[in-house]
């Protein structure tokens, strides 16, 4: 097998194979029998390709037992209900971030009240920690820390 045959299905290439045979074939008929042969095969050949089309436009096309097709026609409810099922992802997400923004400043009043009561407790009044001199002192106590 060839490289050029290797992307063909065997229907393919059997199709191919006649349609060489019959080109071969068509060289050795009169004008008028080969111009009738080519005006047909142009129409064979836009009829399929219509119906390649009809069928790829189908959304719900499906085979039954008996070999046909069946493709029922669209509604407006079906284009509904498909418009309201788009935006369930959309509404996850606003759902997502809005309980991710009420997490957040959950945690953020949670430190400052631990902060806040840390203050509380504490020895030092809270007007200590205002003053320039016990921040600078903080910051030597912590350096010499490390």
Known sequence: MNSNNQHFSPDQLFGKRVATYLDHGNQQLPYDISERLRAARTRAIA???VNQLELKNADDVQMQSNGSLRMPFPSK???LYNLLISFIPLICLAAG???LYEFHNDQTAMELAEIDSALLVDDLPPHAYTDPAFVDFLK???????
């Open 47 to 49: 009829s399929r390709k």
């Open 97 to 99: 971030l809005m309980l």
């Open 140 to 146: 030597n106590t912590t350096l010499q820390k490390d």
């Open 77 to 79: 409810a079906h284009d």
